[in-house]
């Protein structure tokens, strides 16, 4: 079982930047792919960004691409999001996430893969 605890976020103003961070519990951080998700008022949550066991492999969503990097370092259990450029539209509840993965590159697509959540992090984004 992992345990997950979101920080970093806050509020900045449009064109700004923040950094999250996704501590992890337990020994066995190497063997989960881990993922950013947000949930914005009134909407789904969806898929921010995404990273496999070794970092290898990453994969984000169309409305972060170019400006968001996802990395992990597993020797300190964590997970980061470097959010550049931000955007009103990126103000939601961030959440990290982790999904076992028996693949070293493997990035699990589906939401319901993922079955460790932390509490979440409020990033607020000005005008």
């Known amino acids: 079982q992992v345990q997950l605890v979101e920080s970093g976020g806050g509020l900045v103003q449009a064109g700004g930047s923040l950094r999250l961070s996704c501590a992890a519990s337990?020994?066995?951080?190497?063997?989960?792919?881990m993922g950013w998700f947000r949930r914005a008022p009134g909407k789904e949550r969806e898929s921010v960004a995404r990273?496999?066991?070794?970092?290898?492999?990453?994969d984000y969503a169309d409305s972060v691409q170019g400006r968001f990097t996802i990395s992990r370092d597993n020797a300190k259990n964590t997970i980061y999001l470097q959010m550049n450029s931000l955007k009103p539209e990126d103000t939601a509840i961030y959440y990290c996430a982790a999904s076992p993965s028996p693949l070293q590159y493997w990035i699990p697509r589906g939401i319901d893969e993922y079955e460790y959540w932390g509490q979440g992090t409020q990033v607020t984004v000005s005008s």
């Open positions: 337990g020994r066995t951080f190497s063997s989960y792919a």
């Open positions: 990273i496999s066991r070794n970092g290898g492999s990453t």
